[in-house]
């Protein structure tokens, strides 16, 4: 059975394509058969009169993958807004069972798969033919979720309501990740240890300034994912 685990965030740019770039990139070179997913991103530019899916292209680069970027993610926007916003604007509507169907095809493909949300947890999905927002993708998928905080000024509030949101929901929480972490600020050392004592949720990896890797146990990155 393959097994999933799904990003999200505190945020919009906190971090998520970059985290999850960094995991698909690891469970490789450790040798598993991991890859990618994305069931909206928005944003997407046009080079050469072909729109170009950056975060996946981003990921797969950075995994040393080669493959088509454009079928790793279900809806591409060009509209650098939430994809309900995104999906009204282009003429689209975003439903869950395409979602699905193009996840069910991944599972085919890989053992292990990184799903990235967009926004943060509340991010709106479709608000007009059906209600989705984001908690409503996660579920449906059967995944469990880890989510991406900034360690700067602010993070303790966004980290409490952004895991409180996510327990009252109903999902299951694996952990945070800290981005942009940087160990000599006291502030951002007191900042994890508040997440942590506040949430009750560890902070299972930091991933330091300037640096495009993080330390975590081969074991415990293989515990965040969730058979599906």
Known sequence: MPKGLFITATGTDVGKTFVSAIIVKKMREMGFNCGYFKPALSGAEMKDGKIVAGDCEYVLKTAGMTANPLNFASYIFKTAVSPHLAAKIEGVSISKEKILADFEKKKQEFDYIVVEGAGGIVCPFNLKDEKIILPDIIKMLGLDVIVIAKAELGSINSAVLTTEYIKNAGIGLKGIILNKY??????????????????????????????????????????????I
């Open 182 to 227: 940087n160990e000599k600020d006291f502030m951002q050392r007191d900042n994890k240890l508040q997440i942590e004592n506040l949430t009750g949720v560890e902070v299972i990896a930091q991933v330091k300034e300037n640096e495009k890797d993080f330390e975590i146990d081969k074991d415990k990155l293989l515990s965040l994912f969730k058979e």
